[in-house]
């Protein structure tokens, strides 16, 4: 497995359009001759139109692309889907079970088995991988959820040290993508979804998150395109994350080849 597949590097862009702020990616790694390719993570709150704008987008693109699935839509007969299943037993819908090291470490090591499966197959002719939810979202939610029980500690050095700890076996992905909206907007809209009723310890969660996410896009200039799609139709929504991962592909070709 090469740990540079998914290495952030390069420096904040400081080029900003109504809505977005891009990053500058790093050099990529050849290997046996050739480009891997881009990893760009999707992230976002429950609810504003993100896996149907990842579908919508690599259907467009076809075998240039690879889209992972959420982890919580995998197929029960597979081992991440068995392990979802498992920490749904509680029907928390953060998957809380009351053990959130044990919880937070789950994730991780199904994000670390997807990369490394991944980073074995041949991915010849594919230019992008098309991520919905990466280790960010497990960073920030489990972050959320750790500090609850622990007053005192800061959430985003929190999730920070948890992508420094995983770093070594799954790295933050080449680019990421927050797609934003009004966050009572997609609340109202995942609970519908997902026959939900959300109480006050889940709302807390996600306006936490929703702060979390933008603070993390701040910090994290040099991969983080912020696109906000409030008020946009799924199609907008789609044409937005398509145009922004055709220029981060277009921009790193152009480092590529220079």
């Known amino acids: 497995m090469s740990a540079e597949l998914g290495s952030p590097a390069g420096r904040a862009a400081g080029r900003r359009a109504t809505g977005t702020t891009a990053p500058v990616l790093p050099v990529p790694r050849a290997a046996a001759g050739r480009v891997r390719p881009l990893w760009v993570s999707v992230e976002g709150l429950n609810g504003v139109g993100k896996s149907e704008a990842i579908r919508a987008v690599a259907a467009e693109l076809g075998p240039r692309c690879v889209r992972l699935s959420e982890l919580t839509d995998q197929d029960g007969d597979t081992l991440p889907g068995q392990v979802i299943t498992a920490l749904r037993s509680t029907e928390d819908v953060f998957l809380r079970t009351g053990y959130p090291v044990v919880e937070t470490l789950a994730f991780l090591a199904l994000k670390v088995?997807?990369?490394?499966?991944?980073?074995?197959?041949?991915?010849?002719?594919?230019?992008?991988?098309?991520?919905?939810?990466?280790?960010?979202?497990?960073?920030?939610?489990?972050?959320?959820?750790?500090?609850?029980?622990?007053?005192g500690v800061q959430p985003q050095a929190l999730a920070e040290r948890i992508l420094a700890t995983m770093a070594p076996w799954r790295p933050a992905p080449d680019a990421t993508v927050l797609l934003t909206c009004d966050r009572e907007v997609a609340t109202s809209?995942?609970?519908?979804?997902?026959?939900?009723?959300?109480?006050?310890?889940?709302?807390?969660?996600?306006?936490q998150a929703d702060v979390l996410y933008r603070e993390f896009a701040r910090a994290h200039p040099d991969r983080f395109t912020v696109l906000d799609v409030n008020g946009c139709s799924r199609d907008e929504s789609a044409k937005a994350l398509r145009v922004a991962v055709e220029d981060l592909i277009q921009r790193r070709e152009a480092v590529h080849a220079s």
């Open 113 to 151: 088995r997807e990369y490394e499966r991944l980073s074995e197959g041949d991915l010849t002719g594919v230019e992008v991988i098309l991520e919905d939810r990466g280790v960010d979202s497990t960073a920030i939610y489990q972050a959320l959820i750790l500090a609850a029980q622990h007053p």
């Open 189 to 207: 809209r995942f609970a519908a979804r997902t026959g939900r009723v959300l109480d006050g310890r889940d709302l807390e969660v996600i306006e």
